[in-house]
């Protein structure tokens, strides 16, 4: 089954010149049922890869571009009035896709924001009195840009914590921006191919569920979050200031599908600490909520999470 994670991967670089860990990000999430918020400036190849990676699964893909002007109707669809039938319809937007890209999602005001929690926890959206279910499989990759202070908003703790992963996408290297210049300005862009069925996907799933994590390692992970609550305990007091509230219990539970998709993508049948210090920043960095004498002194939750890595006890 892993020669259909590689096919997929390079269907997806047909368009998209290297950003290895956000187009295994993306698949990573996908495949156990979540959804990823990207972060980084523009011109990073997000919506291309996230268009690609639609394309390459054979699925339907819808992007939303959100402003400050933007309504939940915008998003989610509204009942509007026929008056050929003298009756009220239903007008469905955006959300009704399999992948929904939600451009910029942090230039929306929260009510917006809002509106995408029904719809990405319980994979369904109510219009007037009617609920509507999303056709499945359903995921939402999110971006914001970090750049730009004025007209933005900072999404909801609730919101937050329904992404499974948050990925700081970087810029590419020299060599790699140089054949992306090369590519754009020839037009050589391969055509991408739908490579896998509504059936490979599902035994992905079922493939990435059978990988088998060891006892020590699940209680492992358990303290990496219960130290963002509890630093003392693990002798990090100097952590205790900066921390508001500690990893959320949906970091436990998303924790345990993704390293088992971490070790699968990575061709093994079992997770070992390495997997889930590779993917742990992910899960975290936007669950842990800040004091403001972190925000003062400058301290982020990547460096919090990198100290409760060296601190906890590998197994």
């Not at 011109?43 to 394309?55: C, D, E, I, M």
């Amino acid at each position: 089954m892993i020669s259909k994670i590689q096919n997929i991967k390079k269907e997806v670089s047909k368009v998209v010149v290297g950003q290895e860990k956000m187009i295994d990000s993306l698949l990573i999430a996908f495949l156990c049922d979540g959804h990823i918020l990207i972060e980084g400036v523009p011109g990073l190849a997000k919506t291309t890869t996230v268009n690609a990676l639609s394309k390459a699964l054979g699925l339907d893909f819808k992007r939303a571009q959100f402003t400050p002007d933007l309504l939940p109707s915008d998003i989610l669809g509204a009942e509007i009035y026929d008056p050929q039938n003298n009756a009220f319809k239903i007008k469905k937007g955006p959300i009704f896709t399999n992948l929904l890209l939600a451009d910029e999602i942090n230039r929306a005001p929260a009510k917006v924001q809002s509106a995408l929690l029904e719809v990405m926890q319980e994979k369904q959206v109510t219009l007037g009195d009617t609920t509507f279910k999303i056709d499945l499989p359903f995921f939402v990759m999110a971006t914001q840009n970090p750049v730009e202070q004025e007209g933005v908003y900072q999404l909801p703790e609730a919101q937050l914590d329904r992404f499974m992963l948050k990925l700081v996408v970087d810029y590419n290297t020299k060599d790699e921006e140089l054949e992306i210049a090369r590519r754009i300005s020839s037009g050589n862009f391969e055509q991408i191919q739908s490579v896998v069925s509504s059936d490979d996907l599902l035994k992905l799933r079922d493939a990435i569920k059978a990988v088998h994590i060891d006892e020590e390692v699940e209680k492992y992970m358990i303290e990496l979050v219960n130290a963002t609550r509890n630093p003392s305990e693990y002798g990090l007091s100097e952590l205790e200031d900066f921390i508001q509230f500690g990893a959320s219990p949906r970091v436990s539970i998303d924790a345990f599908k993704v390293v088992k998709a971490m070790a699968f993508f990575r061709g093994k049948d079992f997770v070992t600490p390495v997997d889930v210090a590779y993917i742990i920043k992910e899960l975290m960095r936007h669950r842990i909520v800040l004091s403001y004498e972190a925000e003062a002194e400058g301290v982020t939750t990547d460096e919090i999470i990198q100290k409760v890595l060296e601190t906890v006890a590998i197994p």
